[in-house]
């Protein structure tokens, strides 16, 4: 059974670079989608970013050009990078595992990794 | 972006109630509609997907149905760890958008 399991910093500064790494036990990259998505506290779900082994990307516009999704299939891994954090920003980060690329077919998001929480504040 | 509209953003319910959750896309998603629960400081889980088809090892109790712009997930029986917060979410374009949440709640 696939398991995901995410590490990186969680208390950063404004202006500073968010960096998160997904690592991917029990399966391999190949064939499927690999997403990141974020939730401040309290409130609901947001789609950030996907990638696959290739690597193929997907972002939301919403973020503009500060996100970067990056793969490392001799590790299994894939990260994430999100540049000039602000206090919006504060979220509780997930990664989690797609069939196949947004908006391109039935997909869902399972398995999640258990989140990590970036708080941004000076 | 299509944006997904649950309700009620919460409700108090009790055990064995039967409890109905409707999401609404502010377009044709066919049946491009997913469920998640989510309990507090827990990532989500994969509940329902393709608007009606059950995730492996979910209980029966729950279902999805709906297609085009309007869902409805339904537990027929609640049980005590069926408390959590449930999304929505589409699969039909990117970007990938969720419902606010619904907060089922003990009476």
């Known amino acids: 059974q696939v398991q995901l399991q995410q590490w990186g910093a969680g208390l950063l500064k404004p202006s500073e670079t968010l960096s998160l790494t997904c690592a991917v036990y029990?399966?391999?990259?190949?064939?499927?989608?690999w997403t990141w998505i974020r939730q401040p506290p309290g409130k609901g779900l947001e789609w950030i970013a996907e990638?696959?082994?290739?690597?193929?990307?997907n972002y939301n516009p919403s973020l503009g050009s500060r996100v970067t999704i990056s793969v490392d299939t001799s590790k299994n891994q894939f990260s994430l990078k999100l540049s000039s954090v602000t206090a919006a920003d504060t979220a509780v980060y997930f990664c989690?595992?797609?069939?196949?690329?947004?908006?391109?077919?039935?997909?869902?998001?399972?398995?999640w990794g258990q989140g990590t929480l970036v708080t941004v504040s000076s | 972006d299509i944006q997904m509209t649950q309700s009620p953003p919460s409700l108090s319910v009790s055990v064995r109630d039967r409890v109905t959750i409707t999401c609404r896309a502010s377009?044709?998603?066919?049946?491009?509609l997913n469920w998640y629960q989510q309990k507090p400081g827990k990532a989500p889980t994969l509940l329902i997907y393709a608007a009606s088809r059950m995730q492996s090892g979910v209980p029966s109790r729950f279902s999805g149905s709906g297609s085009g712009t309007d869902f409805t997930l339904t537990i027929s029986s609640l049980q005590p760890e069926d408390f959590a917060t449930y999304y929505c979410q589409q699969s039909y374009i990117a970007p990938l958008t969720f419902g606010g949440g619904t907060r089922v709640e003990i009476k």
């Open positions: 990638i696959n082994h290739v690597p193929s990307t």
């Open positions: 029990g399966g391999s990259l190949t064939g499927y989608y």
């Open positions: 377009q044709s998603i066919r049946s491009y």
């Open positions: 989690a595992r797609g069939p196949v690329p947004a908006g391109r077919g039935i997909s869902w998001f399972d398995p």
